[in-house]
């Protein structure tokens, strides 16, 4: 399923994450539960002077948005290149919305550098 087919989450999933999303993040924040309840996401990591890397991300569906979320990330279905990080739902689901943004903008299904650089657990 691509992302243009992602319904919208209703308005009572929506609410429980609305105090940890703020101000435009909202407008995209029922298609970013939608695509979290799902568990899964196909994607390609944009390279600057190269091809994009394909990747599978998976992870566990938490009940609230204080509850951990593991995301696991796979490139070129090569198990040396998994990742795995985990992080309260709500941070999950920002760089959900932000991936949401992205798409919105370039059509191109990829997390943002905030997110790899959190999975590759480098400090800004």
């Known amino acids: 399923m691509s992302i243009e ?7 009572q999933q ?11 993040k909202r407008n995209f924040l029922p298609y970013a539960i939608s695509l979290y309840q799902k568990g899964v ?8 002077a190269s091809e994009s890397i394909a990747f599978v991300a998976s992870w566990n569906v938490a009940t ?3 509850d951990l979320t593991r995301c696991r ?16 739902s709500f941070e999950f689901m920002s760089f959900l919305i932000e991936l949401m ?6 059509r ?4 943002s550098q905030a ?7 480098i400090e800004e």
């Not at 087919?5 to 308005?11: L, R, S, T």
């Not at 990330?73 to 990080?85: K, M, P, T």
């Not at 997110?115 to 657990?121: E, G, H, N, S, T």
């Open 14 to 24: 929506a609410s429980v994450y609305l105090p940890y999303i703020q101000g435009a």
């Open 115 to 121: 997110f790899y650089r959190k999975v590759l657990r």
């Open 64 to 66: 609230l948005p204080s």
């Open 41 to 48: 996401l196909e994607g390609h990591r944009k390279i600057e």
């Open 108 to 111: 191109l299904t990829d997390f």
């Open 73 to 88: 990330i796979q490139f070129e279905g090569n198990a040396e290149l998994s990742y795995e990080v985990m992080m309260a």
């Open 101 to 106: 943004e992205n798409y919105k903008r370039y």
């Open 5 to 11: 087919q992602i319904q919208p989450a209703n308005q």
